[in-house]
């Protein structure tokens, strides 16, 4: 089937401690998407990238960083640098162009212990 | 003025009522735009998309876009308890960048 997938659901990570998410689409998608969102809050935008090895920052992406090493894979890894990491962290594809949507993958859900 | 704004706080109609809401976007090159339902716990799912002004229909669902006003809505007829769930809002430019708004919950009384 096809889809994408995010890895692990849950993940708790200590204070100072770098972590990436996994995510993973078999759907031949060009574009992908990381997105955090906090309780009651909307999707705020991470980082993007339209094709493999070039990506965008988006509107919060101090603390983050991304690969695009291949079409399939997007991994996104929380550094230290980032002060408030717990979260729900989405990721998304859809095909490169304006007329087309995006399809998640099930979330990660970052708590910082 | 934030690139998507869903200003309207939570939402409460009653079952079988028309259920509103609204969205306001900063960018006149923007192309697309995006409904999705959200439950709690989950990830978004897309309801609706439009790309020209207007409406469109999808059963109990329509879209509205008005790119002057730079504003789209979406409508919930015949709202049903499934339907109580926040609402994002998300708009997509020429760049392929897609933003979303801070979303509506709707809550559907029986």
């Known amino acids: 089937d096809g889809g994408i997938t995010q890895s692990p659901k849950y993940l708790f990570r200590k204070e100072g401690q770098n972590v990436t998410l996994s995510c993973e689409q078999n759907?031949?998608?060009?574009?992908m998407y990381w997105y955090r969102q906090d309780p009651g809050q909307g999707l705020r935008l991470i980082y993007y990238s339209q094709i493999v090895n070039d990506f965008q920052k988006g509107d919060i992406a101090e603390g983050y960083s991304v690969s695009r090493e291949k079409k399939e894979s997007f991994p996104l890894t929380v550094t230290s640098a980032q002060k408030n990491p717990t979260a729900f962290y989405l990721c998304?594809?859809?095909?490169?162009?304006?007329?087309?949507?995006?399809?998640f993958g099930q979330g990660t859900r970052l708590t910082v212990v | 003025q934030k690139e998507v704004e869903q200003n309207s706080g939570p939402l409460s109609v009653p079952e079988g009522a028309i259920a509103s809401l609204n969205c306001t976007y900063s960018d006149r090159g923007s192309q697309s735009f995006f409904w999705y339902r959200q439950y709690s716990g989950k990830s978004p799912e897309l309801i609706m998309f439009?790309?020209?002004?207007g409406d469109k229909e999808d059963g109990r669902f329509t879209a509205q876009l008005n790119k002057a006003s730079q504003y789209v809505s979406l409508l919930i007829r015949d709202s049903q308890p499934s339907d109580s769930a926040t609402y994002l809002c998300a708009v997509k430019g020429g760049n392929n960048r897609l933003a979303f708004g801070k979303g509506n919950q709707v809550v559907v009384i029986p």
């Open positions: 759907l031949n998608h060009d574009a």
């Open positions: 439009i790309y020209s002004n």
């Open positions: 998304a594809s859809s095909i490169r162009g304006p007329a087309t949507e995006a399809f």
